[in-house]
């Protein structure tokens, strides 16, 4: 199992979950309560599953695909460890993972 932390966009609320691993980030935040549309269902088409990673689990992760950096160029308030939780399933070599929701 993995520790998911997310933080809230004003830091003020902290949610933890166990999540399984090969769980779909985005899946884990929405059942989590998290305020995250995933409009488009994973397609990479709208930037709504954006989240902000802390540089440890942004480091463990895979590097994004180059689809995932284009479309992170149109997600506000996108940052250096910003990724799309559509785009994440959650590795047998990761225990804990932190995740920021960025500001409306
Ligand atoms: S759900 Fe649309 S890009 Fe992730």
Do not use: Y
Not at 19 to 47: F, M, N, S, V
Not at 96 to 101: F, G, K, P, S, T
């Amino acid at each position: 199992m993995i520790l998911v932390r997310f933080t809230s966009a004003d830091g003020g609320r902290v949610t933890e979950v166990q999540a399984h691993h090969g769980a779909r980030l985005l899946d884990i935040a929405q059942t989590a309560g998290q305020p995250l549309e995933g409009t488009c269902g994973g397609q990479l088409a709208c930037a709504t599953c954006h989240l902000i990673l802390s540089p440890e689990s942004f480091a463990a992760l895979p590097r994004p695909s180059a689809e995932e950096e284009d479309m992170l160029d149109f997600a506000p308030g996108a940052r250096a460890t910003s990724r799309l939780a559509c785009q994440i399933t959650l590795p047998a070599t990761l225990d804990r993972l932190e995740a920021h929701i960025p500001p409306a």
